[in-house]
């Protein structure tokens, strides 16, 4: 166990009668992630991917754990647009109308 792994935490739950487990950084991390039993296979079958990933971005997720990114770095990357510009990233209400519905495809195959 590697010494970024030290002080995660994982909680089992349950969400709506199933199993779930919960994992954080600490006790009061404000985002926390959740899975169930087929999650969790999911992240089995694909552990030795996830190792690395990781390994290949070692810089990447480190120093601010469960606080989401610092303000610096979120003003950095996603600049509030100037008033009045109309610049919202929202899709205008005729073009969204327009648009076709998400679909939910589960046939995509694990990793």
Known sequence: ????????????????????????????????????????????????????????????GTGNRGQGRPAAQRQATAPEPAPGSGATGEIPWPEAQAQPAPTNDNTKPPC
Not at 13 to 33: C, H, I, M, N, V
């Open 1 to 60: 166990m590697s010494p970024d792994n030290l002080h995660a935490i994982a909680e089992p739950g349950e969400f709506q009668g199933k199993p779930s487990l919960t994992l954080k950084w600490r006790a009061d991390s404000a985002y926390p992630f959740s899975f169930g039993v087929t999650k969790a296979r999911l992240i089995l079958a694909c552990l030795d991917q996830i190792k690395a990933f990781v390994a290949a971005h070692p810089q990447e």
